[in-house]
């Protein structure tokens, strides 16, 4: 049943975070977009692959992004199949990035777990500009990676809330939810530099808590890098339960280039 759960997870975050180009490989999803968010610049790999040898699937998919210029990448979680696609990876030369914790709360719980502050908080369920120059340039993102997250928002297809909190009349923080199937996924919680530490993600969390559950969500994933200290100390604070480790495996020379260019 954790395994069921963890690939459900895994669909639905791949549903709320689309890429631009998918292309199918049995069950894998070969994912590109350009720019530097992995997820939709990797292989979703929680379904079986073609009826291929490993190998071959491998070439296919090492093929798929050198034609676009980028390093191939797959996304692994425990429920990655086939078997032994982490060890394939690794013995041709990848090696694991970006380990990212992915965790889970009732939206009862979050609800419980959070408390109305006296700010202003608005809500819609389409991308506005404000939201957005709020999100990126509180986020530090260049401005050549703009188009490219503008897209994903623009390409979500489950039902969407952006909330944006102002304090003093001024944008302050905000969060991102998308309801599917009795769940709600929380992405983009960020605060604008100067005015952290004062709840206002928690702020935020209720927001979005109070929107899924009029959509019927009864639970809440989000995903958190582990070296995002001040995330996680916010979520541990709001009763997140770990579920399960999501790595990127992409080969380790290119790794080195990535990182270095």
């Not at 429920?79 to 694991?96: D, H, I, K, N, Q």
């Not at 009732?106 to 006296?118: E, F, S, V, Y």
């Not at 260049?142 to 897209?151: F, T, V």
Request: with cysteine; proline share 6%; aromatic share 10%.
């Amino acid at each position: 049943m954790e395994t069921e759960q963890i690939r459900m997870v895994e669909e639905l975050a791949a549903n709320a975070w689309p890429p631009e180009i998918t292309q199918t490989l049995g069950g894998w999803r070969l994912r590109y977009t350009g720019g530097n968010s992995r997820r939709v610049n990797s292989v979703w790999a929680n379904l079986p692959p073609d009826d291929l040898p490993l190998e071959t699937c491998l070439d296919l998919v090492e093929d798929f992004y050198r034609r676009r210029g980028a390093p191939a990448c797959y996304q692994l979680c425990p429920a990655s199949l086939p078997e032994g696609l982490r060890e394939a990876l690794l013995a041709r030369g990848y090696v694991e990035w970006a380990h990212t914790s992915v965790r889970v709360k009732t939206i009862a719980g979050l609800l419980a777990a959070t408390a109305p502050l006296p700010v202003e908080v608005e809500t819609a369920g389409s991308l506005r500009e404000e939201w957005f120059e709020t999100y990126t340039g509180a986020s530090g993102y260049s401005p050549e990676s703009l188009p490219i997250r503008r897209g994903i928002f623009q390409r979500i297809g489950p039902e969407a809330q952006y909330v944006l909190i102002r304090q003093d009349g001024m944008p302050a923080a905000t969060g991102l939810g998308v309801a599917e199937r009795g769940w709600m996924g929380v992405f983009c919680v960020v605060t604008v530099p100067g005015l952290r530490r004062q709840g206002l993600a928690g702020a935020v969390m209720r927001a979005l808590a109070e929107w899924g559950k009029t959509r019927g969500a009864q639970q809440v994933y989000l995903q958190v890098m582990e070296d995002n200290l001040s995330a996680l100390r916010l979520y541990d604070k709001l009763g997140f339960q770990f579920l399960f480790v999501c790595v990127f495996c992409i080969h380790g020379d290119l790794l080195n280039k990535l990182l270095h260019d």
